[in-house]
């Protein structure tokens, strides 16, 4: 998974390339998931999607599910305490940030690390 996710970000470093990159290109880079096809096509609709701006929730862009929104609101919007995951790994991360009141949380409005 790490090698698939950084020779995606090689060949496509923004959402912009993502929409512009040949979708045959991009299904070979996840390839080793399995429906690249699909993958590929999901990528470059998200892209479009998340470019456009007109959403108010992640959960509107397409591809995103639980598991994604929980980890967008855990690591990019600092809202741990607002969700409960499901995923393994991720309830692992959430209970740490339970125990020791967000220390891992890195940057929010109200931690700004500054």
């Known amino acids: 998974m790490h090698k ?17 990159t040949d979708t045959a290109k991009i299904a070979e880079k996840v390839y080793s998931l399995g429906l690249q096809n699909k ?3 999901m990528i470059q609709r998200f892209s479009l999607e998340y470019l456009r701006g007109d959403w108010t929730n992640v ?8 598991y994604a929104a929980d980890a967008y609101a ?5 809202l741990w305490r607002d969700v ?7 309830v692992k991360y959430w209970k740490w940030l339970w125990e020791t009141d967000g220390q891992g ?6 931690n700004n690390n500054s």
């Open 4 to 20: 698939v996710i950084w020779d995606l970000f090689t060949l496509c470093p923004s959402a912009e390339s993502a929409i512009n």
């Open 39 to 41: 993958r590929a096509k």
């Open 59 to 66: 959960t509107q862009l397409h591809g995103i599910g639980k």
């Open 74 to 78: 855990i690591f990019c919007q600092g």
């Open 84 to 90: 409960q995951p499901d995923d393994v790994q991720l």
């Open 105 to 110: 949380n890195g940057f929010t409005p109200d």
